[in-house]
């Protein structure tokens, strides 16, 4: 079963602003497929509250903060705080994930596959 990891991700510090960027396969161990972004999420809301039967994903706090809990199907649990867009988090299918946004928290997640509800599992019994 592969594991949760966090990643940090090369950036170019730079007095105007900074630069960072990854590249699928190489940076992140899918090739993507999806990239979405949630932004104007109110302070504290949970978000996620799902796992994926087969998707991957690395999602990565664009700005502010998001407190990320991942469970496993057999009850390890690992905790992380997204604080900067140079880490993203790594997480592999078949962990339920619920992230909690603070400080006008914005998120970009990356995709291994297409939209698919079918992928979700969505109601905590059937995980």
């Known amino acids: 079963m592969k594991k949760p990891e966090l990643y940090i991700f090369d950036k170019k510090v ?3 602003g900074n630069l960072g960027y990854l590249e699928e396969l190489k940076d992140v161990p899918f090739e993507v497929k999806r990239v979405y972004w949630l932004y104007d999420v109110p302070e504290q809301q949970a978000r996620g509250d799902h796992a994926h039967k087969t998707s991957e994903q690395v999602i990565i706090c664009t700005k502010g903060q998001i407190q990320v809990v991942l469970e496993s199907q057999q009850g390890e649990r690992l905790n992380y705080l997204l604080d900067d867009p140079s880490k993203g988090l790594y ?7 619920r992230m909690i946004f603070h400080d006008q928290a914005m998120m ?10 079918q992928d979700y599992i969505r109601r905590r019994e059937d995980f």
């Open 91 to 97: 997480i592999p299918p078949l962990w339920w994930g």
């Open 108 to 117: 970009i997640g990356l995709a291994s596959d297409e939209f698919n509800e």
């Open 14 to 16: 730079d007095p105007r």
